[in-house]
Antibody, heavy 120, light 111 residues
Framework: QLQLQESGPGLVKPSETLSLICTVT??????????WGWIRQPPGKGLEWIGS???????YYNPSLKSRVTISGDASKSQFSLKLTSVTAADTAVYYC????????????WGQGTLVTASS | QSVLTQPPSVSGAPGQRVTISCSGS?????????LHWYQQFPGRAPKLLIY???NRPSGVPDRFSASKSGTSASLAITGLQAEDEADYYC???????????FGGGTRLTVL
């Protein structure tokens, strides 16, 4: 059964870099049918796509975050990561990693999510 | 402001039918990109409810159905049950943004 698990610090200071890792069980980042993505949800608000990684290393980012985001992967470890620079309180959210189909972009498997708070 | 527009809330009594709308534009739903729906309970990750406009994943009751036409889509829930009380999100690909877009979410309350 495919599982995704986010890990990383739950607290980040303003102006610093948020770093999270998603560990994938029972699938490979090299699976050509899927992207591996990050989505976030501020407390009490809706979902926002951050970006997605394809197995060849190509990444696609939300234009509103593109200047601050990097998503990369390590297929040998079945992990992909998110780095978001220069965080502010507005970046406080639950961060989810998820798998989505290349065709249709449907997110079929999600991690449980991890809350990251940007605060001093 | 979300690229896809949903009503903030809908409600219905047990046994009734409710619909949730999702309005987009010519760069997402209207361009023919698939529309998906997710169900989210408080404190939980979203769960895929409907994919590719009308398809239910295994295990999703047939009380849930969806349709798409033009630049809009809708989710229908018949025989409403207390356990359906949750947030519902629509999702598609947008060619202008070259990525995923979500609706703002609709809170379903079962009266």
């Amino acid at each position: 059964q495919l599982q995704l698990q986010e890990s990383g610090p739950g607290l980040v200071k303003p102006s610093e870099t948020l770093s999270l890792i998603c560990t994938v069980t029972d699938d490979s980042l090299s699976n050509t049918n899927y992207y591996w993505g990050w989505i976030r949800q501020p407390p009490g608000k809706g979902l926002e796509w951050i970006g997605s990684l394809y197995y060849r290393g190509s990444a696609y980012y939300n234009p509103s975050l593109k200047s601050r985001v990097t998503i990369s992967g390590d297929a040998s470890k079945s992990q992909f990561s998110l780095k978001l620079t220069s965080v502010t309180a507005a970046d406080t959210a639950v961060y989810y990693c998820a798998r989505h189909l290349v065709r249709g972009w449907v997110f079929d498997y999600w991690g449980q999510g991890t809350l990251v708070t940007a605060s001093s | 402001q979300s690229v896809l527009t949903q009503p903030p809330s809908v409600s219905g009594a047990p046994g009734q039918r409710v619909t949730i709308s999702c309005s987009g534009s010519s760069s997402n739903i209207g361009a023919g990109y698939d529309l998906h729906w997710y169900q989210q309970f408080p404190g939980r990750a979203p769960k895929l409810l409907i994919y590719a406009n009308t398809n239910r994943p295994s295990g999703v009751p047939d009380r849930f159905s969806a349709s798409k036409s033009g630049t809009s889509a809708s989710l229908a829930i018949t025989g409403l049950q207390a356990e359906d009380e949750a947030d519902y999100y629509c999702h598609s690909y947008d060619s202008s943004l070259r990525g995923s877009v979500f609706g703002g979410g609709t809170r379903l309350t079962v009266l």
